[in-house]
């Protein structure tokens, strides 16, 4: 019984391991250098392949920089939270779009603003940590993200990726959690 267990784990492992390489693979991605604090994401942070990288700014604080990013502007924010910090200012007549992520609708809202003196697009969603991590006193109970760009262009380019970080995320723990146990050949 125990070797049984023992070879399922083994084989369990190994098959994520496989199942996020290819992931990885089929959807041009790389693992970052830096990785996510295991309290804001237990999965590993995967870039899209060409031109990107990642900074960790503070605790929970990530900047996730493209080809087209000019110091604090044009690049992706994405901020692990606890619930009452960090709420999206009020703005009039923002645009809203949605995606999915884990079967929970995600609402972006764009506007345009001024940073540092500098018109910009600005696009930002505010929702529940639904990523594998460590629950540490709900540092982590939300995720922030945000995309300053200079143009709509830019901030088109960067949306899908955007989302794509987030959703990797999603799919290597949902690999990590298959029971090989569970199927029947």
């Known amino acids: ?7 399922a784990t083994i084989l369990a492992g190994v ?5 996020t390489i290819g992931i990885v693979h089929a ?4 693992p970052s250098s830096i990785q996510w604090k295991p309290y804001d994401c ?10 990107f990288d990642v900074s960790q700014l503070g605790k929970g604080k990530y900047r996730i920089d493209a080809s087209v990013s000019q110091g ?3 690049c992706i924010y994405i901020t692990f939270q606890a619930t009452n910090q960090l709420v999206p200012a009020p703005v009039s007549n923002p645009i809203e779009s949605t995606f999915i992520i884990k079967n929970q609708k ?59 970080i987030l959703q990797n995320a999603v799919k290597a723990s ?12």
């Open 72 to 74: 604090h502007f044009n």
């Open 106 to 164: 995600v609402v972006w809202r764009s506007y345009k603003t001024i940073v540092e003196g500098r018109p910009v697009v600005r696009k930002e969603a505010l929702l529940p940590n639904i990523l594998p991590h460590e629950n540490r006193g709900g540092d982590s109970d939300y995720i922030g993200i945000r995309i300053d760009a200079d143009s709509q262009q830019i901030l088109d380019r960067l949306t899908p990726d955007a989302e794509g």
């Open 1 to 7: 019984m125990l070797r049984t267990l023992f070879s």
């Open 15 to 19: 098959l994520a391991f496989l199942v």
């Open 174 to 185: 949902d690999a990590a959690k298959w029971d090989p146990a569970e199927w029947i050949f």
């Open 42 to 51: 237990s999965s590993p942070l995967m870039l899209p392949e060409h031109g």
């Open 27 to 30: 959807g041009g991605e790389k």
